[in-house]
């Protein structure tokens, strides 16, 4: 069986508080974007992970799909084994939920393949195990997401009018050192309401707390972002923790000047 996990994005991110847990309580807006990557799994006489594409840092054993096979295994020891092979074409470490959502894709294949009954609510509760990002993936559809993140409502908002780009710069940012440098703080307005604003007023309301010190230790990061927005783009953002940047324009920018130095995704 193959399936093709996406991408995501996040519309403002708010970090409002330092949880007892370690972990942070958060507003955002995640919402899906078409990078993907493919994920195959086929029944094998033992537990097998390849992967082919960008190469993935870590050990195999850490690789979410793994945790994922292990999980259900727990609960469901009549799993056989399978073999994997990921081909991953999602920036890694970019704020594009790469990993959480091949853990997500994982979970749903192996849910229909071998008939173990989930419906999205169990599915999302093996998902926020492995990861704050991994439960949006499960529905993946726009929504409104806070605690660590993995809490929805859904939200109405449809940028299908519009064309997204996703500009990964030469840069790498791990998700635990854009959250060792932010100050939480309370909102003043929640982001459930500003994105339901229109389009040409989020550039004044909607924000990524995470840019100021990412943009301060990776300039290279705040140029891409200054560069949507003199490429035309109505509202642009780092995506998550970064590296990458997206731009939402009404027509498909020209950004040549960017692709000898970045990797450039139109229309996502
Ligand atoms: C920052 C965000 C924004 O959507 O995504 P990315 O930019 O990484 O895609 C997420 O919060 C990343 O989610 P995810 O990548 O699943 O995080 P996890 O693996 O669960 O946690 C990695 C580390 O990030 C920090 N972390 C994560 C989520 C959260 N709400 N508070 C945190 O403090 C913790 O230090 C944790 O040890
Ligand atoms: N299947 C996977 N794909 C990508 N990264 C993975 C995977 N499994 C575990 N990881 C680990 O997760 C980290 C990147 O996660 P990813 O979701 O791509 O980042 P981000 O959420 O910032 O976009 C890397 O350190 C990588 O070692």
Known sequence: MIVFPNAKINIGLNIIARRPDGYHNLET?????????????????????????????????????IKGY??????????????????????????????????????KLMNEKFELGLDADRMEDYARIL?????????????????????????????SAYKIVLVMPDAHVSTAE??????????KETLYDLVQMPLADWKRHIRNDFE?????????????????????ALYASMSGSGASVFGIFKDTPDLSHLEESCQVFYDV
């Not at 974007?33 to 190469?55: C, H, Q, R, T």
């Not at 993935?56 to 054993?61: E, Q, R, Y």
């Not at 990861?131 to 449809?158: R, Y």
């Not at 300039?219 to 927005?229: E, N």
């Open 131 to 159: 990861g704050a990002d991994c439960a949006f993936f499960i529905n993946n559809k726009p929504v409104f997401a806070f605690e660590k993140g993995d809490e929805f409502e859904p939200v109405k908002i449809d940028l």
């Open 178 to 187: 854009a959250y060792r440098g932010v100050k939480p703080a309370p909102v």
């Open 29 to 65: 807006v995640f919402y899906p974007i078409k990078i993907n990557d493919v994920l195959e799994v086929i029944e094998a006489d033992e537990l097998i992970f390849e992967s082919s594409g960008i190469s993935i840092p870590g050990d195999v054993n850490d690789n979410l799909c």
């Open 70 to 107: 292990y999980l259900l295994k727990k609960d469901f020891p009549k799993l056989p084994p399978v073999k994997i092979h990921l081909h991953k074409n999602i920036p890694i470490g970019a704020g594009l939920g790469g990993g959480s959502s091949n853990a997500a894709f994982f979970i």
């Open 212 to 232: 100021g010190h990412i943009f301060n230790a990776h300039p290279v990061i705040r140029g891409v972002k200054a560069s949507l927005y003199e490429s035309g």
